[in-house]
C-alpha cells in the first residue's frame, strides 16, 4: 500500500473508538476534545470578524469523525459545510452523526469554497505527501479563499506528551510554525497570521483570559496558520 493507503486504513481501524484513544492523551490537560474542538473554531471566528471575511461554503480537510462540524456551524453562521477524509470508516461515523441538509461528508471534494479549515492533519501526512495536500487544498478554495491550518506545536513539551499518549499520534512527525508557514507559502498561499492557541490546562484556567494576549508568542499548545488564496480583487482592512 502507498503511505496514504496505510495511513487511511489506520484511521480506518480507529474511527470506531477514535475519541476513547484521543481522550487517553487529553485527559492530561482536564479538557476533552469538545473544548479544544469550540476553541479553536472561536478564535477563528474572531479572525474572520477581523477581517469582515463570512464564509458561505466551509471545508473541513481531514475531518475525522466530525468532531468540529457543530461549532463550523455554529460559529461561523451556518455556512454549506464539506467534510472531507481519505477514511472512509470516519466519513461514515462523520456522516451518521452530522451529516444532513447542508452538511455533507466524502471522500473527494467538488468545486470552489471560501474557507478550508483543517486541524491535526498535516502531521500525519508523509513528509514526500504534503507539498501535494497543500496544493489539493490551494485547488478547492475560489481566489481571495482562506485556509485556516491548525497544528499541534512541537515547541510545547505538553503538546508532545499529550501526542505520545494518543496511539495514532505517536509516530506523527509535527511541524514547526516556520515549517509550516515556509510548506503554505511555497504552496502559493499568503500568509495572514500566525497565533497560538491553549497555554493553561483546566488547573489554570483562571488565566485563559490572557490567552489572547500571548497569541503570538509560541507557548501554546497548538497554532494556527491563517493563509489567503491570492486575488486580484481581495484586500485586507
Known amino acids: 500500500m502507498t503511505n496514504s493507503s496505510t495511513k487511511a486504513a489506520a ?14 492523551g487529553l485527559a492530561v490537560s482536564g479538557e476533552d ?4 474542538a469550540r476553541g479553536r473554531v472561536a478564535w477563528l471566528a474572531r479572525c474572520l470578524d477581523r ?28 455556512p454549506t459545510l464539506l467534510g472531507l477524509d481519505i477514511s472512509g470508516k470516519s466519513v461514515e461515523v462523520a456522516e451518521r452523526l452530522y451529516g444532513g441538509g447542508d452538511t455533507r461528508f466524502m471522500v473527494q471534494p467538488e468545486g470552489r469554497i471560501d474557507l478550508a ?8 501526512i508523509p513528509l ?36 505520545s499518549r494518543i496511539p495514532f499520534d505517536r509516530d ?9 508557514r515556509r510548506l503554505l507559502q511555497t504552496g502559493g498561499f499568503e500568509i495572514v497570521n500566525t497565533r497560538f ?6 488547573m489554570l ?4 483570559g490572557l490567552e489572547p494576549l500571548a497569541a503570538g508568542l509560541p507557548l501554546g499548545a497548538q497554532y494556527q496558520v491563517l493563509t489567503r488564496k491570492p486575488s486580484p480583487s481581495t484586500t485586507w482592512r
Request: proline fraction near 7%.
Open 51 to 78: 477581517l469582515g471575511f463570512r464564509p458561505r461554503s466551509v471545508v473541513d480537510f481531514g475531518c475525522g469523525t466530525g468532531s468540529a462540524t457543530p461549532f463550523l456551524r455554529e460559529l461561523l453562521g451556518n
Open 11 to 24: 484511521f480506518d481501524a480507529y474511527a470506531g473508538n477514535y475519541d476513547t484513544a484521543l481522550a487517553q
Open 197 to 202: 492557541q491553549f497555554i493553561f490546562p483546566r
Open 205 to 208: 484556567r483562571w488565566f485563559r
Open 117 to 124: 479549515f483543517c486541524n491535526g492533519v498535516f502531521h500525519h
Open 128 to 163: 514526500a505527501e504534503r507539498a501535494g495536500a497543500v496544493d489539493y487544498v490551494y485547488r478547492s478554495l475560489r481566489p481571495g479563499g482562506l485556509f485556516a491550518l491548525w497544528e499541534n506545536n512541537p515547541w510545547n513539551p505538553g503538546t508532545r506528551y499529550v501526542m
Open 172 to 180: 506523527a512527525i509535527p511541524l514547526a510554525p516556520r515549517t509550516a
Open 33 to 36: 476534545k469538545n473544548y479544544f
